[in-house]
Antibody, heavy 121, light 106 residues
């Protein structure tokens, strides 16, 4: 069965960077795009971008351009999302989510458990 | 593309029929998904391609619409359905979500 297991909670100071991992199992890692979505406390869902685990190609939301980097390590079936120059309003739960099927228009069918990133001085 | 859900919240009783709407600021064909999220949990896919029920999702959930107007219907609300529901458009970037609809117990 498809499983996405994310790294643990992080506390960071403003201006620092955070790198969240998402280990995939139960399917061919390189066959499906991985998206990242975040949710600030008490707020809605915000799409950040995706990575193509096969090619390493990425597509970031303009809001995060220049601050976000999505990478992958195919040898360990793990995707990463790094966010730099953190601000207090980056405090959120960050989710990785795999597309349901291999298409550019696919919904997000499988989700990680989420990683809480707290930005505080 | 902006997605506007209505209502933002609603109170309903077990057994009620519930309808949530999602309106897109421009046409998105049928590239719309619905998710359910319970407190402290990751979202769960319910419907994709506007009206296709995800495997394992109860048949009381249904989706309809195309273009700019979409609906999620729960035909007979069950205790486990009290949650927040989000729509997401998959037609263009960024892949925006609606602001959510919280379904509460009356």
């Amino acid at each position: 069965q498809v499983q996405l297991v994310q790294s643990g909670a992080e506390v960071k100071k403003p201006g620092a960077s955070v790198k969240v991992s998402c280990k995939a199992s139960g399917y061919t890692f390189t066959g499906y795009y991985m998206h990242w979505v975040r949710q600030a406390p008490g707020q809605g869902l915000e799409w950040m971008g995706w990575i193509n685990p096969n090619s390493g190609g990425t597509n970031y939301a303009q809001k995060f351009q220049g601050r976000v980097t999505m990478t992958r390590d195919t040898s360990i079936s793990t995707a990463y999302m790094e966010l730099s120059r953190l601000r207090s309003d980056d405090t959120a739960v960050y989710y990785c989510a795999r597309v349901l099927y291999s298409s550019s228009w696919s919904a997000l069918g499988y989700w990680g458990q989420g990683t809480l990133v707290t930005v505080s001085s | 593309i902006q997605l506007t859900q209505s209502p933002s919240s609603l109170s309903a009783s077990v057994g009620d029929r519930v309808t949530i709407t999602c309106r897109a600021s421009q046409g998105i064909s049928s590239y719309l998904a619905w998710y359910q999220q319970k407190p402290g949990k990751a979202p769960k896919l319910l419907i994709y391609a506007a009206s296709t029920l995800q495997s394992g999702v109860p048949s009381r959930f249904s989706g309809s619409g195309s273009g700019t107007d979409f609906t999620l219907t729960i035909s007979s609300l069950q205790p486990e359905d009290f949650a927040t529901y989000y729509c997401q458009q998959l037609n263009s970037y960024p892949r925006t979500f609606g602001q959510g609809t919280k379904v509460e117990i009356k």
